[in-house]
């Protein structure tokens, strides 16, 4: 027999650090909400005859938020056998709140104070007895981060759950409440298992819609109870639901203030209070986190000499990948004797495809590790909480802008880190929108085209970086305009823990968990399509024989290039530039690195370009108009994500018809934009002459403006949740 038990308390108190120390498993450990929307399950390290489950956090057992349904779900049907109740030892009130709601269930429950390390810290004293006898179960003391305490902690429960002893239920509420609850106990007995009929009738006393609908009562017996409630209300002057809260938080008062002894009462303010008043300041918070940005990009891919990152990705790029790798294998290709065909595959399709994305690891470690300590630290969920007044504007939340922060360095991590946003719309919407973030691997790009046309200037990467957002804000209010997305974000309900000193494991865990998923992009997407392209590069068709080809115009790169380039013609992709920019569009598709690579092959460069491909940078210029150039940037920046992220947004919409709307929403957009900024820029520049396409783009721009100024359709805010088992 396997007993389960399940993991529940308050978001942010310890519960996944507590699950991975107990079962020795990797879950992330994240400092935002929701990052536990997911249940996950465990074995007992040395105790493979129990499982432990961890919930989402929550604050209550109401049906309110999507956390609250997963683990109500979970706890009213599955009835593990025993609730190991994790409560924040710092903040016991709030937490106990949750405990009381715990114990009706009729289920076994441990409470494990957590945090003990910053109890003692703070001089407090709880006298678990006496805190135990208050609630009516037993209590133990842990710190999940030290790990103290928390392998008793696990006997204990494992215990409870054997022998199912559940202690005496303490009356928490007023005579004339217990006297109503015992009435709807009596009224509803036989129809839900006895151990928990406490917890049902208090949910029927609060008129709780779910339980009401599940109990299926007859109307007589729904108004005898009706009565029951109505006249306790009268008498209290205050709604059910209000009261049962506010017993509840009475009765709490009253045990803490018995059990616990904290040691100043006066009002101070703490270390982590004296720097939020600075942090989230209304005016220095955005600068400080400007500043702080600032320097995380600086040391993982700016020009200083501490600039680590990208001084690691320098010598990745031109001495491991550019010198040693190439020439050991090269060299052990030589000394096989292998042909000609099989050496090109290997040095110029693979090897030279796959480093060039595993050149960037360095600098996405580097800027991963940093992302993971602030949030490890505690500084993160501050910046979700600064950035939700401004995100809020366009129909977004705070919450989306740490999977766009990750963004900046890769999409697929930046997708990935949606996972923590826990409404459906907004989640969609972030996923939807993150990959029109310029990530690491379109900067050559940019490079390329700054360098060539426009003579290096500094405003076309800032500009760049700023057309991506703007995507962003402009798709959030479009979007939110449409029924599917409208209606206001959720409200932003988090809890900003105590800054603390960043745990070693979590930070690695965190960093390892992102940047692995990049370095796997490597070693399948990347691998299998720099095979095709070398192939589609080097073979075509000459005279009408298949053959391995010099000139890259005979390819079968360059006719699947000429057969679609005519797609492209309305944003000016004209002449001969028109399928050499269709085919790096193309490649692009398979990884963004690809673009500045595949534009060197087909000028034809012979050697080792570098990562803006300065070599070219004359010929491009000859190719391509200022506009031209500016319309391919912004295709190619907004257009559909690599392969990679196309997987991730997959995998995180986890709906067919939902990914490939995402898709076909990011390149629509992309389009659109590229042929509104070339038909009409061009006029000016006379790169392009007014024609039909000058019309449809002056149509495409009013219908945009259209869908950015029309009134918000009317919706009736209802929580939308589907709890997936
Ligand atoms: P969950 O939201 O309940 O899963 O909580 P987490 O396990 O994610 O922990 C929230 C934060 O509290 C993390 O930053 C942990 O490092 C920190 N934390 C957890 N347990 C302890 C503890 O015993 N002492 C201290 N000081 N911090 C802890
Ligand atoms: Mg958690």
């Known amino acids: 027999m396997q007993y389960k038990i399940a993991l529940a308390g308050n978001p942010n108190c310890g519960k996944t650090t507590l699950f991975n120390h107990l079962t020795g498993s990797n879950q992330y450990v994240g400092n935002w909400p929701g990052v536990t929307v997911e249940k996950k399950e465990g074995k007992f390290k040395g105790n493979k005859d129990a499982i432990i489950q961890d919930l989402p956090g929550i604050y209550s057992l109401s049906p309110y938020t999507l956390e609250e349904v997963v683990s109500r779900q979970y706890l009213v049907t599955e009835k593990p056998d025993a609730i190991l109740n994790i409560i924040d030892g710092t903040n016991i009130e709030r937490n106990l709140y949750l405990t009381t709601q715990l114990i009706e269930l009729g289920i076994p429950v441990l409470v494990c104070v957590n945090m003990m390390d910053l109890v003692r810290k703070n001089g407090s004293t709880i006298d678990l007895e006496k805190l135990g006898k208050a609630l009516g179960c037993e209590v133990v003391t842990i710190s999940a981060l030290k790990g103290e305490g928390c392998q008793e902690a696990a006997q204990k429960v494992i215990e409870l759950a054997k022998t199912h002893k559940v202690g005496e239920l303490p009356h928490v509420f007023s005579g004339s409440v217990e006297h109503a ?14 151990n928990f009929l406490r917890w049902y009738a208090i949910k029927v006393f609060e008129r709780d819609k779910d339980v009401m609908e599940k109990l299926q009562l007859s109307h007589d017996l729904e108004n005898h109870i009706e009565t029951h409630i109505a006249d306790c209300e009268a008498e209290m002057d205050d709604e059910a639901e209000s009261i049962i809260t506010n017993q509840r938080y009475t009765y709490i008062s009253r045990a803490v203030g018995d059990a616990v002894k904290k040691k100043h009462e006066e009002v101070k303010l703490t270390t982590s209070d004296k720097i939020d008043r600075i942090v989230t300041n209304r005016f220095l918070a955005l600068p400080i986190f400007a500043v702080i940005m600032f320097l995380i990009y600086g040391i993982a891919m700016g020009p200083w000499d501490f600039s680590i990152g990208r001084i690691a990705t320098d010598w990745a790029n031109d001495v491991l990948f550019g010198k040693w790798v190439p020439g ?23 090897v030279a495809g796959v480093g060039a994305v595993l050149g960037f690891v360095p600098q996405m470690l580097v800027l991963f590790l940093l ?10 969920s501050r910046v979700a909480f600064i950035m939700d007044k401004i995100f809020r504007r366009f129909g977004l939340s705070g919450k989306s802008f740490i999977p766009m922060l990750v963004a900046t360095g890769c999409g697929v991590p930046g997708i990935m880190a949606s996972r923590t946003i826990e409404q459906d719309r907004d989640r969609k919407m972030t996923i939807m929108t993150t990959g029109f973030i310029p990530c690491g691997a379109k900067m050559p790009i940019i490079g390329l085209f700054a360098g060539a046309i426009f003579g290096n200037s500094v405003w076309v ?22 029924k599917t997305f409208a209606g206001e974000p959720a409200p932003f309900v988090m809890e900003l823990p105590i800054y603390h000193a960043p745990s070693a494991g979590n930070v690695f865990r965190a960093t390892w968990e992102r940047g692995f998923s990049f370095i796997k ?18 073979y075509g068709f000459v005279d009408g024989v298949f053959q391995a080809v010099e000139d ?18 309305p944003l000016g992709w004209a002449g001969d530039m028109a399928w050499k920019a269709t085919v790096a569009t193309v490649t692009g598709l398979i990884a963004k690195e690809e673009v500045v690579m595949t534009f060197g092959t087909l000028y034809n460069f012979a050697g080792e370009l570098s990562e803006t491909g300065d070599e070219i940078w004359s010929l491009v210029a000859a190719d391509f108009g200022a506009v031209t150039a500016y319309s391919f940037m912004i295709f190619n920046l907004l257009c559909a994500p690599c392969f990679a992220a196309m997987g991730a947004i997959k995998r995180e919409m986890n709906n067919r018809k939902w990914t490939i709307g995402a898709i076909a929403y990011m390149c629509g957009f992309a389009y659109v934009i590229s042929m509104i900024v070339f038909q009409l820029f061009g006029l000016i520049t006379g790169e392009a002459t007014f024609g039909i396409f000058t019309i449809v783009a002056i149509v495409l721009l009013v219908g945009l403006l259209y869908l950015l100024f029309r009134p918000a359709p009317k919706v009736e805010e209802k929580l939308d949740v589907k709890v997936t088992k």
């Open 521 to 538: 992009r490597a070693g399948t997407i990347i691998l299998l399509s720099s095979i095709i392209l070398w192939f589609l590069q080097g």
């Open 328 to 350: 050991a294998i090269g060299g052990l290709l030589e000394s096989l004797g292998v042909s000609g065909w099989l050496y090109g595959l290997i040095m110029d399709g693979i």
């Open 461 to 482: 990467a800032t500009s760049a970086f700023f057309i991506g957002i703007a995507a962003v804000v402009v798709s959030g209010i479009m979007l939110k305009k449409f």
């Open 181 to 194: 609850i015992a009435h709807i106990e009596e009224s509803i007995s036989d129809k839900v298992e006895e």
């Open 371 to 380: 992302l993971a300590i602030l949030e490890d630290v505690g500084y993160m």
């Open 552 to 569: 890259n115009n005979h390819s079968l790169l360059a006719s699947i290039g000429h057969a679609v380039a005519w797609i492209f013609y």
